[in-house]
């Protein structure tokens, strides 16, 4: 584009040369100057243009480099997919409680466990008190939650 510029200008250069035009005029005098500034703005927009042209070849390298360095210390990501995939919440943390009515053990996961209201005992189908209320007498006998498997 910047050379498409450049070659413009000098083709309204030569044109201005070719059909005898007179500097010496008011008009003439405004022209030149015209064209002047226009031969300058082409040769700045030239100077941008390679500038932009290193930039992004600078910032492709970059871009390069920092795939590599991801690669080197993350693995490939094609792998991590698959992993993820077959997994399927392996690295949510998951709690067993016992059933206060039926000894059952239910496997839940925390979100499961901070809400009492939406355990559901597997084996006795029914909702359960499953509060923790150590201090209190009244609540059932609860097994608190074993580590996280």
């Known amino acids: ?9 000098a083709y309204i250069r030569g044109m201005m040369k070719g059909m005898e035009f007179d500097p010496t005029t008011q008009e003439g005098k405004i022209i030149v100057a015209m064209m002047d500034l226009l031969e300058e703005m082409a040769d700045v927009v030239s100077e941008h243009d390679d ?5 992004f070849d600078e910032l492709d390298a970059i871009d390069e480099d920092m795939d590599d360095l991801v690669d080197n210390i993350f693995g490939d990501d094609d792998e991590d997919e698959d992993e993820d995939e077959d997994d399927d919440g392996a690295f949510e943390t998951s709690y067993e409680v016992t059933c206060p009515n039926c000894g059952t053990v239910n496997i839940v996961d925390e979100d499961t466990l901070m809400d009492s209201d939406k355990i559901v005992c597997a084996e006795a189908a029914q909702l359960s008190m499953w509060k923790f209320c150590p201090t209190m007498p009244r609540c059932p006998p609860m097994q608190k939650p ?3 498997m």
Do not use: R
């Open 146 to 148: 074993k580590v996280p």
């Open 51 to 55: 500038a932009l042209d290193q930039a």
């Open 1 to 9: 584009m910047a050379m498409d510029l450049n070659a413009k200008a």
